[in-house]
Each structure stands twice: as C-alpha cells, then as structure tokens.
C-alpha cells in the first residue's frame, strides 16, 4: 500500500547559472584554503496519513548516509522498523502494521475514507496520466486473460488472491518458494498484469498467521467446553520423518453439548532431544496442554504400550496436578483413570505372539525374501522346519517372485485372466503393519488357482519348482487365514475416530478370548495352530486384565454407557459362576464413577443456590389468602426414586444400529449424570491411530524432492490440514 510520497532532496546545483570563472589563477594561490559549504540534510516532506495524524514519528539520523529513524507511537506498540534512507518513500510495511496491530486506528485513516488529498500540481498532473494509462490499458483488455483493475488495487482482492494463492500450494505440496521463480511469475503477469507478485516470506507470514487463527479459534472452543465441566481425551505418538527430524502428534477427541464427536490434531511437537525419555515428552505434552489453557480438562491419554509413554504419564500426572481445581473440573489428570492402551497395538502384539509361536515371524526388510534367479533352493532356505513355517516361508517368497519380476508378474495377469479371476494385489506382511498377515493369506488364496497352474507348467526358473506350494500347504493357509481373521474386525474397529470406540473394546476382548478358547479346542486343529491360540490368547488376557483391574475402570464404565450393550454383556460372555468377581467388579466401578459425577452436581447446585442468595433482593411476605386450599395437596409426600445408575442396568438394550450420541441426546434429561459420564467417557479413543493418521500425511508432505522443511513449517501444513482449513486435493 504505497499511497504516500516523500520528497526528494534538494539539488544543491541550478542548471540556469553558470559557473563564473575564478578571480585569481590556481596556480598563483597554493596556500589559500576557502572553506567547503556544508548543506545539512533535513527531513523530506510527506503527505502520508501516517505521520500527519502522528502514527508514526519521523527522526533524522546523524548517519552516513544521512537515515530516518520511524517509530510506532501508540500506546503499547514496540514497533521499530530499521532505518531508511532519505529517498525512501515506500510505507506498505507501515500500513500492513497498523492494519494488523491497531485495526480501529486503520479504518480510520486507511486510504479511501479520510484519505488527505494530494497537492493540487500533482493531482493534475496524476489525473492526466491516469487517464493516458487508462486508455492504453483498455486498448490491451480485449486481448488479455483477465481485466486488470483500474484506479488502483485494491485491499480485498489482494487478500483473497494471497488466500487462494497459499491453499493452492498447500493443497498440492508444492513448495512455498514457487512463487519466486521467473516461470511461475511470468505466468501469473500474463494472466494478470495488474496483479502484485507475492514473495516466500510473504507466503509464509500468511501460512504463520492462518495457523494462528484457527489455533486461536480452536483454543477458545476447547477452553468453552472445559468451563461447561466437559473433559478431553487425547492420544500421542512419535514418528521419524524422511529427513531425519522427529516429531510427536497430540491428537484431542471430545463430545460437545450438541452431542457431535469431535476430534483433530492438538498440535505437532517438534523433539529435539535425541533420547525420548518419559520425562522428556510428559514436559513437552504439559507444554501443549498448557498453552491451550486445558491441562486441567485432560482426562485421559491414549498411547501405544512403550515403556516411555509409562513413565511420560506418571510425569504428567505430577504436573496435571498442579493445575487449578474448579467446581466443574474438581478433578485433576491420574494415571489410573486415564492411561489408556492402544487395542489396536494390543491385538497386533497377540499376531504377533502367535507368529513368534509358529516361528514365522515376517521380516522388516522385504530383500530377506529375495531369490537369484536359478538358485530358489539354496539361498537361507530350510526345508526341514515346522510345517505352518515352511509354507509361510515359501509363500513370501513366492509373492516376492511375482512383485518384483516383471515376466512372473505379466504370466500371472495370464493366467488369472483365462482362468476367469480378477489379479489383486500382493503384498508381504510386516510386523508393525496390523493385519497384514491377513491380508497376505487373503490375497494369495484369491490367486491359488493361477499360481499352481502358472508354477507348474513355468519355463522361467525351474529352480522355483523346488518350493512349490502343495495341496496340503494350501490347506495349511486357509487354516491360517481363518485364525488370523478373528483380529481383524476388532482392529478395524477401534481405529475408527469418527464413532466411539473404547465401549467396544471390552466385547472385543471377550469375543477375541472366546473364540481363540474354542480354536485352540477345536479337534480339526493342527497342534502348531493350536499352540498360537494360546500364545495368543495369554498375550491378549493379560491385557484384558490390565484394562479391567480394580484400578482401571474407563473401559468398563465406556462399555456399561452404551445402551447396546450395558451391563448385560458380561453375563453375556462371562455366566459362570466363577466370573461373577469380574462382573461384581465391573458394577461397583460404575457405581464409583456415578457417586463422584453425582457429587460434582450437587456441588454445582449448592453453588448455583448459594448465588442465588447472595444476589436474591428480599420481597415482602406473601399474606396467605383467608379461604386457602393448600392443605389439600400437602397430605402426599414426595415420592422416592430409585437411584440413577440402578434404573439405567434395568434400560431396554436397543439395535446393533443405534446411533449412541443421538440416542443420549434424547436420553440427557431421563438420565441426567449418566449422559455426562457417556458424554466424557464415549469420546475416548480405544487406539493412537488418530496419531498415526497424521504422521500417514505428513510422510506426504516431507519427500525425497522435500526434505529441508523446517518444522515449524511442518508443523503448520499438517494442523491446516487437520483442521479441514486446507486440505489435499490428491484425495478429492
């Protein structure tokens, strides 16, 4: 916004004089010295609103060359920018600051409403040119991709091209510096040549405050829903990006008033130390919530089953509770209450106990698969090890052949093709990838058929015929895949954030343990597979355990707040006699949880009355009327209700189908405790996978072609992202 003019310096030389010869010769006075004429610099003038209503003050520096120093001069303002030199006349920088920092001063002087009016010699002279400027202009719109706007540009078209500008690049990864390179700005000339180029930093100024907006505004909708006595759940993971630097996310998940699941990132923490100590990410966890106002809020954490997340919330225990104490959160973060494990993380440690029983547990680095051409005999190949290890061995390598040779690749598409069945995709399973053994076997049996007939009748490499898969290693992996596909709908469905989740968890536990009791027993199962039910099963009750001990109770609670299932689902899968302690148990921690929300309302009603009270003005006794009936309604006492959380067991259980949050909704004022205890507990997540999620973009984001962001930046792109500001046109 450059609508102001500072004069130029003065020549100190007039064209129209000419120079007089001297009165003597040089050479006849050598030792006459005549002093040099000193001009001292002077302030320019200015018409600019900024220094004639004072916003900002003008001091001239005694510099070589001579400078101006410009101070902000409102109340509260340090702004000090560097000082310029005398022919300077640019005050866009000065503008954008008022604009930012003293908005109300800005309408009020901005350009277009008290606007000083310029010297009348230069508005003629400016009116002409405009003018000749304007035709000449006209002249070239007829050819042009867009008419370039007359009379000046203009603030909101500015912002909105700045705005659109930056979610373009956002949205497909490219690099902010692209609007500094000459191809880039060439083209935006030819479509517009009216329109300002945009550098870097300006680009990354408006990323910086975007963020900080709608951080803002997140920041102020989280604050809301704590000092209405709501609590917040969050998750936590830690990920490596391509470039080296190490980042930990802070997902949040909460149910509003309105009864809507809410979730996204909390922010991304940049780790710095190179060792991820317990105390070291409680500090930088505190951090986060503290700077959000919300570290009294936080209810539980969500985290996978390392050792340092143990220690990081036994830290943060210590500094949750620090924070202040409020009649609507008169409870701080503990580590009984709220350390919650990731089932999905949980479910895929009993996979892999069960491959570590089979003694096939898959590789991290897919080349251990790999085999020279001729040489599938020889190369780390054992043919006399168990029988469930040898075919699972051989089926990796097998899908290794046909991934990464292009003719095994292209006579499989053949085979399948004449056979009548559809190619699909093979992969190998890892062992940080959930369900991927499953999703190996599926695949692989869907291609039985083309793989015998291709392996059979194949010139390629005769070498492969000697690990060909047989009739019964078939047999052998359908056995397997049916054992690996009671995990998978349990770990899909606790990584979903989009529905609650940790009430499922419970059921999922009892059912997992169930079957895997009835597999293990089954007579038709081989004694290898047998021996990986128990694995699994161990792994999965110890959990079970951890998860339902007389200290940690949110899972139990969740499950009981769901009206599908409540508290029937123990007696469901639990009838025996033998299992009544861990109903009992399941009952009384329900009861606890309902005393001490119960507890906090009665205080919040104290509190409301005592209000009342203090602020109540006294009225006049009210005379009771001489022919009164009120005796006849105080013969009947009030009646006594049952407690809450004993009508609740006794609810009708509802359809598979319900919708839980509506179906709350409507029940709020029928129970009313229990909906808070369903409103904080439904929304806490059962997995980290909302963490991992963010960490699946951000390895979008940081590549091979990209890999010196800072993380700052980084930081910015996945929370926009996040929040739905600016979003990734590759998925649309």
Partial sequence: MSDSELSAIPSDEDEDIQRLPPLFPLESSPLIALPLLQIQPQLPNTQSPLFLKNVFSRTLLSTSP???????VQDGCNYRPKPKLLTWNITSNLWRHVESMHPLLYEAIKPGSSLPQRAQSSQ????????GALNMRTARNTQAFFTPRVGGSSSVPTSRYRELLLTFIVSNNLPMSLVDRPSFRQLIHQLSPSTLAISTSSLMRDLHKTFCNHRMK????LQAHVAKGGRLSLTTDAWSAMNGAEHTAITVHWINNEWVHRHCVLDIVH????????EYLAEQLQAVTDDFGITHGVFTVTRDNASNNTAMLAEFEIGACTSVVSIQQPWSFTVKEGDVRCMAHIINLAV??????????????????????????????VSN????????????RHIYVFRNRRAWKDALKVQAST???QVVSMSLDMPVRWNSTYHMLENALKLEQPINALCASQTMDLSMRNIIITSIEWQVLHGLRAFFKIFVKPAEQVQADSYPTLNVCIP????????????????????TISAACEAAYNKLDTYYNLATNQGSSHSSIATICDPRFNLSIYEFYMPDSIDAIKRDRARAQFAACYNRYKDRENDIQVAAIEATIATEIEQPAILRELDSDDEMYQHRGPSIEEVEWRRWFKENGVDRNTNILKYWQAKQYQYPVISRIARDYLAIPASSAASERIFSVGGDIVTKKRNRLLPSTLRYLLCLRDWGVMGDEDEE
């Fill in 419 to 421: 056979m009548g069945i």
């Fill in 218 to 221: 997140l920041q102020i909708e």
């Fill in 124 to 131: 003629s002279q400016s009116s002409q040119d405009s003018q």
């Fill in 352 to 381: 892999q106990a069960a491959l570590t029983m089979l003694k096939a547990v898959p590789s991290e680095q897919t080349e251990s698969y790999r085999l020279e051409q001729g040489l599938a005999y020889t190369r780390g190949f």
């Fill in 385 to 396: 090890r168990e029988e469930v290890a040898t075919v699972l061995i051989k089926l990796r």
């Fill in 66 to 72: 001579a400078t101006i120093k410009i101070i902000c």
């Fill in 271 to 278: 780790l710095k130390e190179p060792i991820h100590s317990g």
């Fill in 508 to 527: 999922h536990y009892l059912r997992l343990l169930n079957k895997l009791k009835a597999m293990q027993n089954a007579p038709l199962t081989i004694a």
